[in-house]
């Protein structure tokens, strides 16, 4: 049972421009909320979290936007650079599950020079 | 260099073959996951151990087995009965940080492939 949605599967933007990606989630006892960046043959990276008690949070570039009543929340990256090329992983846990994470399908994001 | 190490990188299974997936961290975190990941189908949970000696299963168990006998060391062995193996196999371990912050630290994973 897929809890976590993301989409889209892919996303090719230009440089400078701004990449949007996308996760809706069903369980409401989701208390925490991560992105997790991954390159080819590397294991995904934690990239920035969100807690539902906050409606957004920015880390340099990296804008995580969440919506608490449409139980969805979005990843945005300002000023897409190459570097940023890669997947994508949103994901959720409850406060009872540990470190337990369910994770969305994923992003492939290509950002062109 | 404190960190989890997956080895092979690559690892090939004949028919009705068993195989093991070593991972190793040196981080001291307690808790230590193993994911499969598929193209389009994300990272799903196989099995995850909390604490030395205790395991659970995760979403996707079965075909699967672990054993969690030393902190370090959390080794998955595909079985025979997993029908359709091939996928990229990704190992992690975690701690919960400041405010909760549930960070999970993943290894550079293994391509396991049947011949």
């Known amino acids: 049972q897929q809890q976590v949605k993301q989409s889209p599967q892919s996303l090719i933007v230009q440089k400078g421009g701004i990449s949007i990606i996308n996760c809706a989630y069903e369980?409401?006892?989701?208390?925490?909320f991560p992105w997790y960046q991954q390159f080819p043959g590397k294991g995904p990276a934690l990239l920035i979290a969100?807690?539902?008690?906050?409606s957004e949070k920015k880390e340099g570039r990296f804008t995580i936007s969440f919506n608490k009543s449409a139980k969805q929340f979005s990843l945005h990256i300002m000023d897409s650079q190459p570097g940023d090329s890669a997947t994508y992983f949103c994901?959720?846990?409850?406060?009872?599950?540990?470190?337990?994470?369910?994770f969305g399908e994923g992003t492939q994001l290509t950002v062109n020079p | 260099d404190g960190g989890i190490t997956q080895s092979p990188k690559y690892l090939f299974r004949k028919e009705g073959q068993n195989v093991t997936l070593s991972c190793e961290q040196n981080?001291?975190?307690?808790?230590m996951y193993w994911y499969r990941q598929d193209p389009g189908q994300g990272l799903r949970l196989i099995y995850y151990?909390?604490?030395?000696?205790?395991?659970q299963k995760g979403d996707i168990a079965e075909g699967y087995s672990v054993s969690r006998e030393k902190k370090e060391s959390f080794p998955l062995t595909v079985t025979s009965a997993q029908k359709n193996p091939t996928a990229f196999y990704l190992c992690?371990?975690?701690?919960?940080?400041?405010?909760?912050?549930?960070?999970?630290?993943f290894g550079s994973g293994t391509q396991l492939s049947v011949l």
């Open positions: 992690a371990s975690s701690i919960v940080g400041v405010r909760g912050v549930r960070k999970l630290f």
């Open positions: 369980n409401t006892a989701f208390d925490y």
């Open positions: 969100i807690r539902p008690d906050v």
């Open positions: 994901a959720a846990s409850w406060k009872t599950s540990g470190s337990r994470l369910t």
């Open positions: 981080l001291n975190h307690d808790a």
């Open positions: 151990s909390q604490i030395v000696n205790d395991f």
